[in-house]
């Protein structure tokens, strides 16, 4: 009776706030769960981010639909399985002349049609040409990298700390735009992106908005200006105090915006996200995903377990939530709240869930790029990884091997690596039980299979990037 009259005050005071909430999604890039001080992390202050958690709910349990940048992205910004959509792997090549596909309904488009005034700041990584870009994808104003990255800052200057050798000017692919403009920046791109987002808040604050802040930190190169290395001088390693100086600025851009929306009041009434698309690189040897095996482009949990914080003053109490959910559900939260009657096959309405915890958005989350799987319910997790054809001593250049020119094959001709994991007691994936277990993994298969079969297999772009692995004792090629 409690659960169910709790369930009806949340639904009566999301009504009330259905003339309409403002929504702001803050999403880092890159960024490992072990890395957020809220999520355990010790080696770098993350005040900000902490304080978002501590009076809101934490996700202990969510997931990227991909373990890395672009379709991830895209899964988020459709609310669908980016599969059934073609964009399933990381452009490699035509990436000047391709996008996710435009008869998508985004996240902007659907909120924009339920009167929200729509801003983005930051990383699209979704297409450059005109029926791509963020302006013809629901939003009203664009500023950022249409790229999946770009220098942060001349390296050259003397405030500057940077790992390697990058390019003194952005080109046109690379660049920042303001709308469709390309323009100079000249200060710490982080802080530029901060700038916009606290601009527009402060400009649209007397109508619901809803302001998407890509940021393209800490993905690299590692590049970080004064302000924030001094914090992490006590770090002697350089790539890992650029690396924390890199994040030490996005929770200050949390806390920019925070500050924002107190000054206009409209803290109490705006939901605040903040994610990460993927999980940290283990090629920057800095970073943190732990307690969790894996790195970006591994569908390993740290690949695919990402930070999630709701903050909403008021409205979403204080707590953790212990379930799996997916950011394509991020499509039918928001949407819920804006009152648009736009849904998906993939995405959930969490705000009733965050009530009656008892009950659970997903029986299955689902994951595939080529001929890597993977499905997890609450406690089991089957993973199988394609058999390299290449040896160990190839590891290192992995990712340089040239791929057929239709992009590397769906199938597993050396066969595949079938791992199965009890998440609920070894969420760190360090034994397999695939072989103790035989019917669990025939359930799961099963399960996959039949989602398998509503996907297509045809994708915009073929897959052409990957590395190789040792995992169990095999050798194993990730393609994403």
């Known amino acids: 009776m409690w659960r169910t009259l709790s369930l009806l005050l949340l639904l009566t005071a ?55 940048c672009s379709p991830s992205r895209a899964g988020l910004m459709s609310g669908r ?36 005034t729509t801003s983005m700041v930051g990383k699209w990584h979704l297409g450059y040409l005109p029926q791509f870009h963020p302006l013809n994808r629901g939003f009203d104003e664009y500023f950022g990298v249409l790229a999946g990255g770009s220098i942060f800052i001349d390296q ?20 920042v735009y303001d709308g469709r403009t390309l323009v100079e920046v000249e200060e710490y791109l982080t802080d530029v992106f901060t700038d916009r987002a606290v ?7 007397t109508a619901p908005f809803f302001l998407y802040l ?22 002697s390693d350089p790539a890992a105090r650029i690396y924390a100086a890199m994040v030490a600025s996005l929770d200050d851009s949390v806390g920019a915006v925070v500050s924002a929306l107190k000054e206009t009041g409209q803290l ?17 040897q800095v970073c943190s995903n732990a307690p969790f095996a894996g790195f970006k482009r591994y569908h390993n949990e740290g690949g695919i377990r990402v930070p999630l914080i709701f903050s909403w003053p008021d409205r979403i109490t204080a707590g953790n939530y212990p379930h799996m959910v997916s950011l394509l559900d991020l499509m039918a939260t928001f949407g819920g709240l804006a ?65 057929p020119a239709e992009g590397w094959p769906r199938q597993a001709p050396r066969g595949h690596l079938t791992m199965l994991y009890d998440l609920q007691n070894d969420p760190g994936e360090s034994t397999n039980l695939a072989t103790t277990h035989p019917a669990i993994v025939k359930r799961l298969r099963s399960a996959f299979d039949k989602w398998n079969r509503e996907i297509p297999e ?12 040792e995992m169990h004792g095999e050798t194993v090629q990730l393609i994403f």
């Not at 999403?27 to 072990?34: M, T």
């Not at 319910?377 to 160990?392: F, M, N, T």
Request: hydrophobic content about 35%.
């Open 14 to 68: 999301t009504s009330t706030v259905l003339a309409q909430p403002n929504i702001v999604f803050i999403f880092a890039d890159d960024l490992g769960v072990g890395d957020v001080g809220a999520y355990g992390g010790e080696l770098i202050d993350t005040p900000n981010i902490n304080a978002l958690a501590s009076k809101g709910m934490l996700f202990e349990q969510a997931y990227a639909s991909h373990p890395v």
């Open 81 to 116: 399985y980016q599969q059934r959509h073609g964009w399933e792997f990381n452009p490699a090549a035509r990436i000047e002349t391709s996008g996710m596909d435009a008869k998508q309904i985004t996240l902007a488009d659907m909120l924009n049609a339920s009167g929200y």
């Open 156 to 175: 050259s200057r003397p405030d500057v700390e940077s790992i390697g050798n990058w390019p003194l000017v952005r080109d046109r692919s690379k660049g």
């Open 199 to 205: 601009d527009f808040i402060k400009q649209k604050h």
């Open 214 to 235: 890509s940021h393209t930190t800490p993905h690299t190169p590692l590049q970080a200006t004064k302000k924030y290395t001094s914090r992490y001088q006590h770090i």
């Open 268 to 284: 109490d009434n705006t939901l605040l996200v903040f994610s990460s698309d993927n999980g940290c690189a283990g090629y920057i």
């Open 339 to 403: 009152g648009s009657t736009h849904t998906t096959e993939d995405s959930v309405d969490l705000m009733p869930y965050l009530i009656d915890q008892t009950q659970q958005p997903h029986r299955y989350l689902y994951w595939r790029s080529s001929p890597t799987r993977a499905i997890r319910d609450q406690r089991w997790k089957l993973l199988e990884y394609a058999k390299s054809p290449y040896a160990v001593s190839e590891l290192d250049a992995a990712r340089r091997i040239k791929p």
């Open 458 to 469: 045809q994708s915009i772009l073929p897959a052409q990037r990957s590395t190789v692995v």
